[in-house]
């Protein structure tokens, strides 16, 4: 049984439940059956808000689910507004708002009311898939986005950096000495550095920056709209904050460095190729020292042949 909250019912009015519902239902409607038949939540909610509106007008429908993450505006909100809160056999998938510019009568309420409880299931069904999704797409030791969203990222940034002529960086890391940690302090103790260096990395990104765990104890970020000057800067406040750091085990404390290398986009690059310079430029900074940051340009300059040390 689909309940129906309205935790700010901006107009309405209780007295609706006592009004008389039709005892026969009628057929679903074609935009009923038609949400069914997508598992993406923006979709849904679109085919919701189309077929709504086509019986009650509607400017706009504000969908948030804070446990969720999401918030999703279809139109241009107006100023009257109907509130609903959706819960049913212990799913809460949020709230939806519907807007328009005058007020909503009872039996609008009514039929929005109907149509909610069809976009239930198809709702909940959307959220439950892109649940699965995301973790699949997750390490679940840093719970970091893994090396199979890593391809999929770097798909869609190389597509946008060719088509829109963008820039695009690439830094490929890799903690220095890792193996001395994990036969000094024991493999739990290397798993909460691993995790402590992957959060560590991550706060020193903006939220448009893209980190992955790549494999081991690799990960690599994907920048954006950044050439190599701007990526070695990001690089170095990563590099630094990696340093500085460190986590308490019951014994002592454990730090570590990392090296890095860096590519940036250019128009014949494909994934492969931008991935290969980032990897011998890292390659690079592990045979010249460690706990530091080499380019592609730093390739140009060298006589170092370098074999690829993170692998494709
Ligand atoms: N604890 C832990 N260790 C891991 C994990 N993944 C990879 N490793 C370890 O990471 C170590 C990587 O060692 P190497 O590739 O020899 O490199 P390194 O010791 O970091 O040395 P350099 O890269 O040359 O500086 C290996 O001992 C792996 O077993 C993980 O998820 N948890």
């Known amino acids: 049984m689909v309940s129906l909250t309205q935790p700010s019912a901006a107009q309405h009015n209780e ?10 239902k009628p057929p679903l409607a074609r935009w009923q059956l038609k949400l069914n038949t997508s598992l993406d939540v923006r979709d849904v909610l679109t085919t919701f808000f189309n077929g709504i509106t086509t019986q009650v007008p509607c400017a706009s429908l ?43 009568s009872e039996s609008d309420l009514q039929q929005l009311e109907d149509g909610l409880s069809a976009v239930f299931y198809p709702l909940r069904n959307a959220l439950l898939y892109k649940e699965a999704l995301d973790s699949s797409l997750r390490d679940p030791l840093t719970e970091l986005a893994n090396r199979a969203a890593f391809e999929l990222a770097v798909k869609r940034e190389l597509g946008m950096a060719k088509r829109h002529n963008q820039l695009l960086s690439m830094i490929v890391i890799d903690v220095d000495h890792f193996k001395a940690v994990n ?12 995790k402590h260096i992957a959060q560590t990395l991550k706060s020193t990104l903006r939220e448009t920056d893209q980190v992955f ?6 990960f690599v ?29 019951n014994k002592n ?56 040390k993170a692998g494709i």
């Open 253 to 308: 404390a454990i730090g570590a460095t990392v090296s890095m290398g860096i590519s940036a986009f250019s128009a014949e690059d494909g994934r492969d190729s931008l991935f290969e310079r980032a990897d011998e430029a890292l390659y690079l900074a592990k045979s010249t020292g460690r706990n530091c940051i080499r380019t592609e340009w730093d390739l140009l300059n060298t006589s170092i042949t370098t074999n690829s």
């Open 183 to 194: 036969d000094s302090a024991g493999h739990h103790a290397g798993d909460m550095l691993l």
């Open 213 to 218: 765990r790549f494999g081991g104890e690799e």
């Open 62 to 104: 504000r969908y948030h689910n804070p446990v969720k993450k999401i918030t999703l505006e279809l139109g241009a909100a107006k100023l009257h507004s109907a509130k609903y809160g959706l819960k049913a056999s212990g799913y809460d998938l949020g709230e939806i708002v519907f807007t328009r510019s005058d007020q909503f």
């Open 221 to 249: 970020i994907l920048l954006a709209n950044a050439n190599l000057k701007a990526a070695e800067l990001v690089a170095e406040r990563a590099r630094d904050a990696v340093e500085k750091s460190a986590i308490n085990t």
């Open 15 to 24: 007295n609706h439940k006592d009004s008389k519902r039709a005892m026969i």
